[in-house]
Nanobody
Framework: VQIVESGGGSVHPGGSLRLSCVASGLRFSNYIMSWHRQVPGKERELVAQ????????RYAESVKGRFTISRDDDKSTVYLQMTDLKAEDTAIYYC?????????????WGQGTQVTVRS
């Protein structure tokens, strides 16, 4: 299994970025996909999660109304559209895949992509 994120970069406050995460080596449509972020010295936090069907995505309170998660099962890709970016959104963003089985199963993480928001 391979999880690869892309799309990070440096933007000014108020700017936008779209992150992509391509998963291979698994049946993508069976997986719950999520984005997480981490800054040095802090715990990794959930940013957004999308179910297998794409319905009722979950968001951290801090990003509601600004970030949108979506998935394209034909491309085995999950996206995170980020708008109105703030300095506090600066972090390494990670993609995670967990198979939706109802059992305790391994999860898969990418290496992360850096997002920097600064004036």
């Amino acid at each position: 299994v391979q999880i690869v994120e892309s799309g990070g970069g440096s933007v000014h406050p108020g700017g936008s970025l779209r992150l992509s995460c391509v998963a291979s080596g698994l049946r993508f449509s069976n997986y719950i996909m999520s984005w997480h972020r981490q800054v040095p010295g802090k715990e990794r936090e959930l940013v957004a999660q999308i179910t297998r069907t794409g319905g009722r995505p979950r968001y951290a309170e801090s990003v509601k109304g600004r970030f949108t998660i979506s998935r394209d099962d034909d491309k085995s890709t999950v996206y995170l559209q980020m708008t109105d970016l703030k300095a506090e959104d600066t972090a390494i963003y990670y993609c995670k895949a967990v198979e939706d089985t109802g059992w305790i199963v391994p999860d898969y993480w990418g290496q992360g992509t850096q997002v920097t928001v600064r004036s």
